[in-house]
């Protein structure tokens, strides 16, 4: 089965700090994604990387940054923590197709951590 | 832009009916779709994926269709039971790496 995981379930920081959220999964998937929840927002994309050390931005990268320096790790960052960013991050891996195709396929997620800023 | 849709927003059954989750996209150029379970407060579950070219998907009580040119999907629970309780979110993908969700169903199945 694949895995996800990250390494928080519940964290809580305070405005201004810098904040590291870490996602690792095992199944040596290309592609890997953060997403926030908020309630009547549904998910929203906020970085992908589809290979090592390559990033793009999502739909709202505004206040975070990417790391991906291993395949299977992929880390977002709060550069100066804002109370708006309080949210539900989610960490999702998938395969590509292979043959250097940039379609993909099925996605599988993190249990997700519960993000408080005060 | 693709925009995907999930109506009724939230559902109660009582146990043992056979229900219908629908799933609409506005754009009919996707790669694939698929069903997702989250119960509160945890991530979400992998339940079905349905490739562009294939029509349905099944995996015990669930079966998934879809039908692109009309841009719909649906999501057929059979025999529902109160563990069927959670929200159910489809996903598109369509020309990049990303996938586009709607905002979910929330499910309560009476016991």
């Known amino acids: 089965d694949v895995k996800v995981t990250q390494s928080s379930r519940y964290l809580v920081k305070r405005t201004g700090e810098k904040v590291f959220l870490e996602c690792v999964q095992d199944?040596?998937?290309?592609?890997m994604f953060w997403y926030r929840q908020d309630p009547g927002l549904g998910l929203r994309l906020i970085y992908f990387?589809?290979?090592?050390?390559?990033?793009e931005k999502g739909d709202i990268p505004e206040g975070y940054s990417v790391s991906r320096e291993k395949k299977e790790r992929f880390s977002l960052i709060l550069e100066s923590a804002s109370t708006n960013q309080t949210s539900m991050y989610l960490c999702?891996?998938?395969?590509?197709?292979?043959?250097?195709?940039?379609?993909?396929?099925?996605?599988?997620f993190g249990p997700g951590t519960r993000l408080t800023v005060l | 832009k693709q925009e995907v849709t999930q109506i009724p927003a939230a559902l109660s059954v009582p146990e043992g009916e056979n229900l219908v989750l629908n799933c609409s996209f506005t754009?009919?150029?996707?790669?694939?779709l698929q069903w997702f379970r989250q119960d509160p407060g945890k991530g979400l579950t992998s339940l079905l994926l349905i490739q562009s070219s294939q029509r349905e998907q099944t995996s015990g009580r669930l079966n998934a269709s879809l039908d692109k040119s009309s841009g719909r999907s649906t999501l057929y629970i059979a025999a529902s039971q109160p563990g069927d309780s959670a929200t159910y979110l489809c996903?598109?993908?369509?020309?990049?790496?990303?996938?586009?969700f709607g905002t979910g169903t929330r499910l309560k199945v009476l016991a």
């Open positions: 996903a598109v993908t369509s020309g990049t790496y990303k996938y586009i």
């Open positions: 990387s589809y290979d090592v050390k390559m990033k």
């Open positions: 199944m040596d998937h290309e592609n």
């Open positions: 999702a891996s998938s395969p590509s197709l292979g043959l250097g195709s940039l379609s993909y396929n099925e996605q599988f």
């Open positions: 754009d009919s150029a996707i790669y694939n």
